[in-house]
């Protein structure tokens, strides 16, 4: 008696596909993300960077 795991058809949903074509699916999948990933981490560095500049200038220009 074969016992099937919920697991064992996941890797074949797609079909029998080619290598390259499984990459082009991964990339077309998650490539998306990657990139929304890599903008936010940019963006959040440069806005970090802005504010420590502010953060320097206003602090310069407080009377001792």
């Known amino acids: ?3 099937m795991t919920y697991l064992s058809p996941l890797p074949l949903h797609l079909g029998a ?3 390259v074509e499984q990459l082009l699916v991964g990339l077309v ?3 998306p993300f ?3 990933f890599v903008v ?3 963006v959040r560095r440069r806005d970090i960077a802005e504010d420590e500049a502010g ?6 220009d407080r009377p001792v």
Do not use: I, K, Q, S
């Open 1 to 3: 008696m074969e016992v």
């Open 17 to 19: 596909l080619h290598p």
């Open 29 to 31: 999948a998650f490539g």
């Open 34 to 36: 990657v990139v929304l």
């Open 40 to 42: 936010v981490y940019v």
């Open 55 to 60: 953060n320097e200038t206003r602090d310069a």
